[in-house]
């Protein structure tokens, strides 16, 4: 993986190298390395994820000033959700720096949605700790602010609403179950299945169990397509 090129692309400027290397580790890449005395990125996940809900807090404070608390609370929710993330890291081609295992890169973890939205988090928490909270409000005002709006992020906690309108024409009910979590408890990930009648018809994970039913909703429309 070319870390400068993608620096250049993001128009950073490390002074860790090896901490912006450390966003993009799975932990699937770190257990098949022992020997390199690797970390993974899961701390630094914890990190951004903090830093960027600040971050995103305070632009919507100084931005919206005629919202009220639960609507920039819902705004800001919105943003920061997996689907979000998962988007934001996309449109910078982060999956491309993604570092797996051998078996998370045959089963597709580099499109996984949970995957980029973690790479996307540790990228600011590495951001934050190589250069501090002003560099991180930089490069979010250069890549991510200018696609705050109002309405703009909607659709991306609303796949279960799709899903379920959909479900109705054809007279059937929908059902979500949580079959696994996994992970330490300060960053945990939940599993969900999604059932139309008695068929299952997706699988999802993410950091909240309504994250899960989310992705696994998402899946199930496409069955729809």
């Known amino acids: 993986m070319d870390f400068n090129q993608l620096q250049n692309q993001l128009n950073l400027s ?6 912006l290397k450390q966003a993009f580790m799975h932990t699937s890449y770190v257990n098949e390395h022992r020997d390199q005395n690797l970390e993974d990125n899961e701390r630094l996940e914890f990190l951004g994820d903090a830093v960027l809900e600040l ?18 609370t819902k705004f800001r929710a919105n943003i920061v959700c997996e689907p979000s993330l998962e988007q934001f ?6 999956y491309d720096y993604l570092l797996l295992g051998k078996g998370e890169e045959k089963s597709g973890g580099r499109e996984r949605p949970s995957l980029l939205a973690d790479a996307f988090e540790a990228l600011i928490g590495a951001i934050y700790l190589d250069q501090g909270f002003d560099s991180v409000i930089q490069f979010l005002k250069e890549f991510i602010f200018p696609k705050i ?9 609303d796949y279960k609403t799709q899903l379920q309108e959909k479900v109705q024409q054809q007279g059937e009910q929908v059902m979500y179950e949580i079959v696994d979590e996994i992970g330490p408890a300060h960053n945990r990930k939940f599993i969900a299945k999604v059932f139309v009648g008695e068929n299952e018809k997706g699988e999802g994970q993410g ?14 429309l496409k069955l729809f397509d």
Not at 55 to 67: D, T
């Open 14 to 19: 490390f002074n860790q190298i090896d901490l």
């Open 55 to 72: 971050a995103v807090s305070q632009y919507l404070y100084r931005e919206y000033k005629n919202m009220s608390e639960g609507e920039l």
């Open 89 to 94: 890291a996309k449109e910078l081609e982060l």
């Open 149 to 157: 709006e109002p309405g703009a992020f909607s659709h991306a906690m």
């Open 207 to 220: 950091r909240t169990k309504k994250e899960a039913e989310q992705e696994a909703a998402q899946k199930a």
